[in-house]
């Protein structure tokens, strides 16, 4: 439980960085400034008080938080969820199997149709590689257009909740989670941290989650070390925003090919399997020509490359390697952890029942952090509704 | 926004015409009388300034509305959403796919069990000539029942979100949208609207809008001129009251079979495909017989029959003969629009460009219609509720 | 509509038993003394009562109500929803079909990933003997660690919506069906309850509805009859707790296989088709073998052996045989109705009909013992509350 003099730098800090979010998206961590991010951070560590104490943080009166879910979803799904439930929003999904999306309708279209008395509009979109993001800022010019031309009667915040560029809830909630590990932001700096890739049995999974994490922490002046077999490759667009942000930040990133040289020394590890974007590229053309037969052979190539890395799996030998043998372990979950959920995975069952109940309390920033930043977006002053709603 | 004195013309007129929707459903307009529409159409306004305003209108302290959707929606179902959280209701949809439905449950019986804690429920079953309207009142008889045995501590309001026969909240929606368009409904007296059909590439699609426009707009002293090709006849029973209600408001309403014809000099146009209703009937037979290849063979000739009549589209050649050429174009949304949505369709893509920021206008209305007609079957005095949320 | 002097007594009654629910769970009512589910009882009329008074009962202001839903459900659905709104909370309902769970994520995980801002989780797991309620057990065991390790701000309650053991939403809203009926639980003492069998032409149907009757209505002195034919036996362990609680409350708990003797002299019979839990423990076998031809036989071979049973149905000759003629008729709905829902089922439809209603007015109890169950579980001082809410 937070201490006074805690909870009003807390607000300080919302109050400073908030006006870079207020009437603006959330897509993407690097369209905004870093003292906007500081201020989502502090704003769900008072959102996260305030629920934990029984505190009554419902900005809206109603009005419908919208989800659109391209992509199967149960830890997001329900974090939006309860983000809503927070600022006193109904969820409202639209599942695009039950609409007339189909029949003829545009993007431009129906973004205006289901947002006329919405606040909050959340997407994932992460199976297309140049397409999530994409898609989403389609609609988010949509919307801009409703607002301007009088259809709609507020714009609402949308909130990136995974695309083929960045994973921003989860990075965002992860960074806290270091922040809240470490004792703030600045102890963050210098910091080493593995971000590779892990074997896994299954293949395709999103590049946003390693693009989220170099392309942020690289803020924030640690020391990010990326690390994957040749050929997987993640978004050149990302690697050069991530050396960017090391450079202006004086930290430091770098990109190998050896799980153990990234581990070595790491404070914190997260390693975790993604598809190769080239591959994801493929498999793009593929899906939308819908050639089966090639999809099929495809997987198949994918997988038997994968396979020849299935060294890359964290354990408590690789460990070792880490600062004092301790590195934190984070993971999005869920993990591929070996002899649990697969013969052979991501991690081992040892090191991951060590650090399980920290990757829960990893997740369990992310309600606060997707209802923070609707929130920075939707008030003008949100720092004074923060402070008289924990009063 | 609305000036102090528009919203006490409002207020009155939702005081005149409430009493009549207190205690009553929402099923076809023709149930209503015209002051009862009005103050519809009024409370729908007062409703949309205060969301406007950030003012609070929940009516109800929690409380389910429940919906049956028996066909696809995304637009009814976000307005229903929307009108829900306005209301202050929880929505809960009844998904006969995971139901125990089919498990030998009658409709009486699962209209009380749903209803315990409801307060509206929305159904769209438009899907079935002479079917939906007949399932609505059975649910109603059942509500009823439930309510007068002590089952139901509230008869919830039932709302059609569309059926065989009316589409209520779209006609109400359109009305308000004429309404505000021309300064009042007093002003739409006299003026033309051209109710017409127009080619799509598919079939099948419900007849209620163009049968809840003729039906309503002939009410308002509306010249309504409905035009279709031959064998494309609505429900004998709607032409029947359309003729009713323009003899009574000493409007006019007639039937043609040429399109260039009821544009000619009309202030409105509303060009959309539709089935014929005998169709209709065969296919509703078919479908209940399980008859995939009579089925079949009945939409081949269908949409055969439709092709000759692609030169039912509504161009910028044809809105020439409107009045100064300049007629509102309207569309329930979504439209089959030429080279947008389809090859060849109900519209150009230049017409409906122009309008097309109008039509999303039309369909902001709807969440608020909605929200009106639970209110005033409701509230025993919703023009003070109404006055009192808007302080 | 229950006057001042009841309500206080429903009160005392609350503040007595309901210590015993703070910070439990619900999902068995043998887990719970007498006095908490008098309790529980008690607050759901004062639920009842507030409701039908348009009093705010909302407990939460926001917060999650979780269901998770492995067997299709209208009614328990719709109670628990109604539940949820009665008290304040958002339905979330986790649809295993969306999420990421085959995809390698453990009970243990999931529980905590979706129970961050939870208040109330709901769960039936029916359909496999031996697992639902051991499923049920593994969520709780793992929120209780969620809590313990600060994963999770408040530990929701859970509540069985029927497991393999028990059905305790519906065992308990029947109990109060009863109540009201005789206008007391004193009052039960000694009527006699016959839970029989009767036919009907499905198979498969869960043993909880019967196992919930006969552990609960022993415990307040009725008369229990469970009747069946040979083969159609229920959890050994269920029979054991009757027989314990018949003999502590100075009841009576008798096994047969006649209706008619069941029926002999009964205050009130609840006529319901089960499968033999012998099959159903080889039907889980084969489901979990994945075994589709050895289903297929076992299905067959059930259905010929019920067809033996045809007899077993509930007349208005065997309703002869109760008290006076005319036993209470019960149903957890929906029934089988020879003749309506079916062509031979589980009653007549003469009797149904008779009958009807009642089964209306046992089932609108259920939403309000749901929010009794988690109200209780989550307020210190449920009866200042309740109190403070119909004032």
């Not at 329900?78 to 007339?100: R, V």
């Amino acid at each position: 439980m937070a201490d006074q003099n805690t909870l009003n730098n807390l607000l300080a800090t919302v109050r400073e960085g908030a006006p870079g979010l207020f009437g603006k998206d959330f897509l993407l961590t690097w369209d905004h400034g870093t003292s906007t991010l500081k201020s989502v951070l502090a704003a769900a560590e008072v959102l996260e008080h305030a629920y934990q104490n029984g505190k009554d943080a419902r900005y809206f009166d109603g009005g419908l938080a919208i989800s659109i879910f391209r992509d199967k979803s149960t830890r997001t799904r329900f974090a939006y969820a309860s983000a809503a439930t927070l600022l006193g929003m109904s969820l409202q999904e639209l599942d695009e199997t039950k609409s007339q999306i189909a029949h003829g309708e545009t993007v431009r279209e129906t973004a205006n149709m289901i947002a006329f008395c919405a606040r909050a509009i959340g997407i994932r979109d992460d199976m297309f590689i140049h397409e999530g993001h994409r898609y989403m800022v389609e609609v988010a010019q949509a919307l801009d257009e409703g607002k301007k031309e009088g259809v709609l009667p507020y714009r609402p915040t949308m909130v990136n909740l995974q695309c083929d560029m960045d994973h921003p809830t989860q990075a965002m909630a992860d960074l806290l989670h270091l922040s809240k590990t470490y004792g703030g932001l600045d102890k963050l700096r210098g910091k080493r941290i593995a971000m590779t890739w892990a074997y896994s049995p299954s293949y395709g999974k999103p590049l946003s989650v390693p693009q989220g994490i170099i392309t942020l922490m690289t803020r924030f002046g640690m020391d990010v070390a990326l690390a994957h077999p040749e050929g997987y490759d993640l978004l050149p667009e990302t690697i050069d925003i991530a050396k960017r942000h090391a450079k202006e930040a004086g930290g430091n990133f770098t990109v190998g090919h050896s799980m153990t040289d990234a581990f070595k020394d790491a404070d914190i590890v997260y390693p975790k399997s993604w598809a190769p974007f080239k591959i994801m590229e493929e498999r793009t053309r593929l899906l939308r020509g819908g050639d089966a037969k090639k999809l099929d052979a495809l997987e198949k190539d994918c997988l038997a490359n994968n396979a020849k890395f299935k060294s890359w799996e964290c354990t408590d030998e690789l460990m070792k390697h880490t600062k004092n043998g301790k590195a934190l372990y984070m993971h999005c979950l869920p993990a591929d952890i070996t002899d649990v959920s697969c013969k052979e995975g991501e991690v081992s069952a040892n090191v991951f029942e060590r650090y399980r109940l920290d990757t829960y309390r990893e997740a369990a920033h992310k309600p606060y952090i997707i209802a923070a930043m609707v929130l920075l977006s939707a008030a003008k002053d949100p720092s004074a509704f923060l402070a008289n709603a924990i009063k």
